[in-house]
């Protein structure tokens, strides 16, 4: 048994996440943690909300709420989205949690103690208004190159032109509209990422079997232009986890917070102390999945996320860890993936494009959504929903290979035999062949499992599924049944035991309705498949069974095109 700690990139707070961000973190990080618990391995599943930043502040103002109200009601809204999805967290934290806020300043305290924090001082645009310093984006103003009047101070959106805010014809408060601005000094800490360019880049060449994604991505930032470089790790905001070294006040940086990039990593570990605080247990329940001399040095680290947080987690996050001269959990392997776009197009929080991980739970059950996302993950180049594919994939795959085998088995068994596994009869070379198969495919399957090829590990049990029915559709046991009832009695037998192993094989990716097959099959033996002939002998003859429930409903064409009108625009 291995121990292993996965982490999924935590969603920022200031809405509901659509489905292309669904896929690109969380949920594949879902389907590795069931599995990895249904072979027997101790697994540790973390994800958080990451709260702080001037985006969580502005969002907050627009909804009229203090800052901290809103953040609580909006990780309860994520929380019970992600339970919708049968996202099986361990722990579903907060980055504003007390643990955050302790082990960040503890971070930062290491940092300065071994001379890899640096305090500069800076001029930024402060708002009299406002009464606050404006990060770049927050200020706008007429593009001197192109004379767009809505230019931002990192960018115009118009001409693509890379801008400081004091570039800005006319500059003024994106969040008051003020035009009373000034520029002000302020000093800042920055994490010296460049002393530690060598030892990050040892450390990238050293792994192997990460994702050419991941490690290209990493190996740009590191070494193009002027190569990895030092980052403020502090804003002059009010929300946030106070500048401290260690415990200790800071001196000059009093009303400062840590940058939000700083701090959000640091959750993964400040999310196992909190559900070590929930479970009532002490701190070395959570310490021995991440220090390594408490305890940590058998696990295994993966960290899934979408290619946009890569250079964070394979350079800024590791460079807080080494830099802080402790032995703490390094991540041993990144899983990264591209975008889905959305029917032609971009998902997009800020604009309201898309589906939204809520709507789509208020029209269709989560293993839906699951099985198409898992089965079309943006792996190894960007990918695309289409409602048109949505429709064909769930109709072919749920509903005419997997629900289609459940129900004509169970349906035949009781006409014929009675709600019970039916005796009589031997297995014969048709029974061989499919184990035969079953037992290769279900390898296989565990390989891409393993190996977290997602789109592969799907296809392979489509794959099994299939097998399953054309072996019912050759053996035809209602045929065989007017002649030899023995035999059709022996082949529904196995049919039956082969509706257990597919909910077994199948619940990483449809958790419903696997739990569905199994309550039918009035069985809680849940046991992996690893010797497919005794697999299929679980149920004996005489065990009880029910005839489930439709377990998938086809998507008719005019849902489809109801759907596809319906999310055609903008979510108001
Ligand atoms: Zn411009």
Not at 130 to 147: A, M, S
Request: charged share 25%; net charge negative; proline share 4%.
């Amino acid at each position: 048994m291995a121990r292993i700690l996965i982490t999924s990139a935590i969603p920022y707070i200031n809405g509901i996440k659509h489905l292309g961000n669904l896929v690109g973190s969380q949920l594949p990080a879902d389907l590795y943690a069931r599995y990895m618990r249904q072979r027997g391995h101790e697994v540790m599943f973390i994800c958080a909300t990451d709260e702080h930043g001037t985006p969580a502040e502005l969002a907050a103002t627009k909804a009229g709420k203090p800052v901290e109200e809103f953040c609580a009601e909006m990780h309860a809204v994520q929380s019970e989205i992600a339970d919708g999805f049968r996202l099986s967290f361990d722990h579903f934290g907060r980055s504003s949690s007390a643990q955050n806020h302790s082990l960040t300043q503890y971070f930062a305290g290491k940092l300065a103690d071994n001379g890899f924090i640096q305090e500069i001082s800076e001029k930024q645009v402060y708002s009299n208004a406002d009464g606050r310093f404006l990060p770049d984006r927050y200020i706008e103003g007429t593009c001197p190159n192109c004379g767009y009047d809505k230019a931002r101070g990192d960018q115009c959106e118009n001409c693509t032109k890379q801008l400081d805010p004091t570039d800005l014809i006319d500059p003024r408060s994106a969040v008051s509209g003020s035009t009373d601005l000034e520029v002000r000094e302020t000093k800042h800490l920055y994490l010296r990422q460049s002393q530690l360019k060598d030892r990050l880049d040892d450390w990238i060449n050293s792994q192997e079997g990460w994702p050419v994604l991941t490690t290209s991505i990493a190996k740009k930032w590191l070494h193009d232009g002027d190569g990895l470089r030092d980052r403020g790790i502090t804003r002059d905001l009010n929300w946030g986890v106070p500048v401290k070294r260690g415990t200790d006040e800071w001196p000059g940086m009093e009303g400062k917070v840590f940058y939000v990039w700083f701090d959000a990593p640091i959750e993964y570990i400040a999310g196992t102390a909190e559900w070590a605080e929930a479970k009532g247990l002490d701190d070395a329940a959570w310490r021995r999945w991440w220090r390594t001399d408490e305890g940590a040095d058998d696990v295994r680290y993966v960290q899934f996320m979408g290619k946009d947080n890569v250079p964070f987690h394979t350079l800024s996050f590791p460079a807080t860890i080494m830099g802080s001269g402790e032995p703490w959990k390094l991540v041993d392997y990144i899983k990264s993936f591209n975008y889905l776009n959305y029917d032609g197009g971009q998902f997009s929080t800020s604009q309201g494009r898309g589906v939204f991980m809520d709507q789509a739970l208020s029209i269709l059950p989560a293993d839906y959504w699951r099985w198409w996302l898992l089965s079309h993950a943006p792996e190894n180049s960007d990918a695309e929903f289409t409602w048109e594919n949505f429709q064909s994939s769930v109709n072919k795959d749920l509903a005419d290979v997997l629900g289609n085998l459940v129900s004509r088995v169970t349906k035949f068994c009781r006409s014929k035999f009675g709600e019970v596994v039916p005796e009589g009869g031997a297995w014969a070379e048709r029974e061989a062949a499919l184990i035969a198969t079953l037992t290769a495919k279900t390898r296989a399957y565990e390989g891409f499992m393993d190996a977290m090829e997602v789109r592969k590990a799907a296809a392979e049990l489509r794959s099994i599924w299939v097998a399953g029915n054309e072996y019912l559709q050759e053996a035809a046991p209602w045929s065989a049944f007017k002649t030899d009832p023995e035999l059709a009695a022996a082949q529904i037998r196995l049919a039956l035991n082969l509706i257990r192993v597919y909910a077994v094989l199948s619940r990483p990716f449809i958790p419903d309705a696997s739990a569905a097959m199994l309550a039918a099959m009035g069985t809680e033996d849940d046991s992996w498949p690893d010797d497919m002939t005794a697999a299929l002998s679980v149920l004996p003859a005489g065990h009880a069974f029910a005839v489930p429930e439709v377990l998938f409903a086809k998507i008719t064409d005019e849902q489809r095109e109801e759907w596809q009108e319906r999310f055609s625009g903008t979510r108001d």
